[in-house]
């Protein structure tokens, strides 16, 4: 059973910084492109940065240049780097595998962004 366990949000001022983590079991965590997705209340749940096997990046242009998605395939984990947050980046962040192969959700984690 694949499983998503995210830590990491709080709540911070605007232009201050957070390091999200995902914990990921239960499937071939080096085969699998892998991305941080956030809902905000009343909206749908978005993509916002993807890693591939390679290594390779992929942002939403909201947050390039703010966010930076990494991975430790020893330890099956996924982290998010956001710094400069702004109010817009508040939401619920939840990590899975790319797009195309999404599994069941976890909880995700809070990220609240004052001004």
């Known amino acids: 059973q694949v499983r998503f366990v995210e830590s990491g949000g709080g709540s911070v001022q605007a232009g201050g910084s957070l390091r999200l983590t995902c914990a990921v079991s239960?499937?071939?965590?080096?085969?699998?492109?892998m991305g941080w997705y956030r809902q905000a209340p009343g909206t749908q749940r978005d993509l916002v940065a993807s890693i591939s096997v390679s290594g390779t990046t992929n942002y939403t242009d909201s947050v390039k240049g703010r966010f930076t998605i990494s991975r430790n395939n020893a330890r099956t984990t996924v982290f998010l780097q956001m710094n400069n947050l702004k109010p817009e980046d508040t939401a619920v962040y939840y990590c899975?595998?790319?797009?195309?192969?999404?599994?069941?959700w976890g909880r995700g984690t809070q990220v609240t962004v004052s001004s």
């Open positions: 899975n595998r790319g797009p195309n192969n999404l599994q069941s």
């Open positions: 239960g499937l071939t965590f080096k085969f699998s492109t």
